[in-house]
């Protein structure tokens, strides 16, 4: 007899699954202020480096306290590698390229993902998208034109690089999607797909460490805490959680509040870190959460 709890599965989003969703899309909006904080004190790829150790340790754990199977030949490595990959990459693009852009302009653009994985399904994958989720995502790609019109929201001379790396990790973060819906790995567990995300991109990004300059940068109580954070709160928490959310509630439900990741993230990125927030970016915060709002809510079958 396994550990494994038990879950009773929800027709509906109930006020519970509310709650938590919110506490997890600020979290999730606070984790790109927790980056920049902690790329004051670490180089950025080493810290994404130290974050998915430290956190497959953590998931590890709690893979043997549930007793969750993890080494059986299921067919998942190369996926599974591949997936870490993308992960890896995508995460040291976030990371470094807070170097450059602002918190407000890297979490939208992080978040252009579920347009990626709607157009790269739709060519790859065989799922016809809808009149309506094409409208939703012209929508939030003009979003992010606004993003890339504004200049008043730029930090530096060099923030365009650091929005290209954010739009790219969008873009990988998308294609990690995408490999797990079209491989064995969408029959694994949760917890299983998380471990190899963590722990291969825990290793390919090593030899990229160099490109970010010194691994120490004055280190300090802020950065240290704000990278652990990452590691322990938001990696082996708040995902096991949204695990755990996706097994007890519907997902169509659930998705609908990602719009709130990038809103959090605009918003702490200017009251925590004083970034600067113009009136464009708010209009492109309107378009884009509009497009997610737009791309998550369930639909009749209208296929183009």
Not at 15 to 42: C, E, H, P, R, Y
């Amino acid at each position: 007899m396994t550990a494994a709890l038990n879950f009773e599965r929800r027709d509906a989003v109930d006020t519970v699954a509310v709650a938590l969703m919110v506490l997890l899309t600020f979290s999730w909006g606070l984790n790109s202020v927790a980056a920049k904080i902690t790329n004051t004190g670490f180089n950025p790829i080493f810290a994404t480096c130290f974050r998915s150790a430290l956190g497959a340790v953590l998931v590890f754990g709690w893979c043997r306290w549930r007793r969750i199977s993890l080494f059986d030949s299921d067919g998942t490595l190369w996926p599974g590698v591949l997936a870490g990959a993308l992960f890896g990459f995508e995460f040291a693009l976030i990371f470094f390229g807070l170097d450059f852009t602002s918190v407000a302009r890297s979490v939208l653009l992080v978040n252009t993902m579920p347009f990626w994985v709607l157009v790269g399904a739709h060519f790859l994958l065989g799922e016809r998208m809808t009149v309506t989720k094409l409208a939703g995502l012209v929508l939030a790609f003009l979003g992010v034109a606004v993003v890339f019109y504004d200049k008043l929201s730029l930090i530096g001379p060099q923030a365009l690089w650091g929005d290209l790396m954010s739009l790219g990790a969008g873009a990988l973060w998308g294609a990690t999607t995408l490999v797990i819906k079209s491989s064995r790995l969408v029959r694994a567990s949760a917890e299983k797909i998380l471990l190899y995300q963590l722990v291969v991109s825990a290793l390919v990004v090593i030899p990229l460490v160099p490109l970010a300059g010194p691994v120490l940068r004055g280190v300090s109580a802020a950065a240290s805490g704000a990278l652990l954070f990452q590691a322990i709160y938001i990696v082996a928490f708040t995902y096991v959680l949204w695990f755990w959310l996706m097994r007890r509630y519907p997902a169509a439900g659930l998705s609908s509040f990602a719009f709130l990741t990038p809103v959090f993230g605009v918003f702490l990125g200017g009251v925590l870190l004083d970034e600067p927030l113009s009136a464009w970016l708010f209009v492109a915060l309107a378009m884009i959460a509009a497009g997610l709002a737009i791309v998550n809510r369930p639909q009749r079958r209208q296929e183009m």
